[in-house]
């Protein structure tokens, strides 16, 4: 269907930018109030592990000339891969925001929850 090298590449950025943006979606989820920033992300090594391999699986199709003909796909470069963050990473930042909303306004922590953490 698609098969010159424009439908192709852009098939490509689509598809890399989907699975950054669900290993960012992934990432997101340690917490649901608590920023990543200040949650560490190795605090949960399976989700790491998962991540990790999901990655290794999406550069296996991408860069494996079977899985790339396979896939009718093509691989990508570093000014690429750059593009898929850039594009990537507005989930990050709306997620952040929606997360500072919610501890801000709408489900601000107790006092005694507060009290908890600091004699933790």
Known sequence: M???EYSMKATTMSLSVLVVIEMFNAMNSLSENESLLTLPFWSNPY????????MALHF?????????????IVPLNLDEWIAVLWIS????????????????????PTVISQKKKKTQ
């Open 2 to 4: 698609f098969t010159n």
């Open 60 to 72: 296996m199709i991408l860069y494996v000339p079977f899985f790339t003909k396979l896939f009718v």
């Open 47 to 54: 989700l790491v592990l998962s991540i990790v391999l999901s």
């Open 89 to 108: 990473a507005p989930v990050l930042l709306i997620d952040e925001i929606l997360k500072f909303i919610t501890r801000t306004w709408i489900a601000p």
